[in-house]
């Protein structure tokens, strides 16, 4: 088995985007002669599956205030949350193995380092998770592409619960105790049921153990490894620019939809009923009961074709005379409005 891990120049990258990036480059571009493992930490981000609706799974306030980025995934599934507290684990795998759809076998390994490092009572539960005492602390997912089955886990070492329930929780202005609380009683991390000696490794220590023991062996040196090169950096490079760091990728995969904001303002009440497509916004009607010399029906005409991105929304409502069609409103108050 070869392990790839995100570094570069001697840097390990800590982007989740880039981590995504080198697997799908690999899994379509490269073929190697053995398995492969694609072990990473990376900063806080949300993964949402190919076919979901960025706008509707997620927080964004919550997202833009805590620095928490958004990639889109190319293959189906759930939103997921991942952040500095997990250690992610891809995998690239013969397709004649019996591993496929077993999500018993390809934890196997999993469950008995686990054992080893003192969590006894680990097992593989339901369809495809991890448990702790009723509690989840891996969840997996695998799919067959290019005649290779291409899955992964995620191992909770910490569990950001805060972060967990807001950032995956859209559309409600507060998030009361016994969501969180509903959280704890689910998922948990798998720090307090290490062996004591282990119990004080970052997560990153915790990766590098994880690996020494999958390769029976005492160094990550001594681990057999496939260095990226400046051609494969090239592609994945490529694949960022088109694909996992682009707004149209990760927002504009969205399917259609409808929503309405509306708030009071100083000038009276303010509604914007907005129909986005692909992460622009399609149609627009404005209501409220404000005092405006002109038609807003200009102001929704310029608003069609403009995506859903905060930079975009205030260009074109800063170069309209706001005055006259709502009275004293700034377009950062109207932009705040819509992406609230």
């Not at 999993?110 to 448990?131: F, K, M, P, W």
């Not at 970052?202 to 153990?209: A, G, I, R, Y």
């Not at 100083?266 to 916004?281: D, K, S």
């Not at 005055?323 to 109207?334: D, I």
């Amino acid at each position: 088995m070869y392990l790839i891990e995100p570094i570069r120049n001697g840097q390990y990258i800590y982007d989740g985007a880039v981590a995504l990036a080198i697997q799908v480059h690999v899994l379509n571009k490269l073929n190697l002669d053995e398995d492969i493992i694609f072990p990473y930490c990376c900063k806080p981000k949300v993964q949402i599956g190919l076919f979901q609706n960025a706008e509707k799974e997620i927080n964004h306030e919550y997202m833009k205030g805590h620095g928490i980025t958004l990639v889109r995934r190319d293959t189906g599934g759930g939103t997921v949350f991942l952040d500095e507290g997990a250690v992610n684990i891809c995998l690239i795998m013969n397709g004649d193995s019996n591993v496929y759809g077993n999500f018993k076998k390809f934890y196997e390994p999993a469950v008995n380092i686990l054992h080893d490092l003192g969590v006894s009572e680990v097992e593989q539960t339901g369809r495809n998770d991890l448990v702790v005492d009723g509690k989840k602390v891996s969840g997996a997912a695998m799919t067959f592409v290019n005649d290779k089955i291409y899955g992964g886990y995620t191992l909770l070492l910490d569990v950001n619960y805060d972060a967990m329930v807001n950032v995956l929780t859209p559309n409600r202005k507060k998030i009361e105790s016994k969501g969180i609380d509903s959280v704890r009683s689910r998922v948990t991390g798998l720090r307090e049921y290490l062996d004591e000696k282990y119990r004080d490794l970052s997560v990153v220590d915790f990766k590098d153990l994880y690996l020494c023991r999958l390769f029976n062996c005492e160094r990550l040196e001594d681990i057999k490894r496939y260095e990226l090169t400046e051609e494969d950096w090239r592609e994945i490079d490529e694949l960022l620019s088109k694909k996992y760091q682009n707004w149209d990728w990760n927002y504009g995969k969205s399917p259609r939809y409808n929503y309405n904001r509306d708030a009071r303002l100083e000038i009276g009440t303010v509604e914007f009923n907005l129909e986005v497509e692909a992460g622009r916004i399609t149609k627009a009607k404005i209501y409220g009961d404000f005092f405006g010399k002109g038609n807003v029906g200009d102001v929704e005409e310029k608003l069609i074709g403009v995506r859903v991105k905060e930079e975009d929304l205030l260009e074109v409502l800063e170069s309209i005379d706001l005055c006259h069609y709502f009275g004293k409103v700034a377009a950062r108050e109207l932009v705040d409005l819509i992406l609230s």
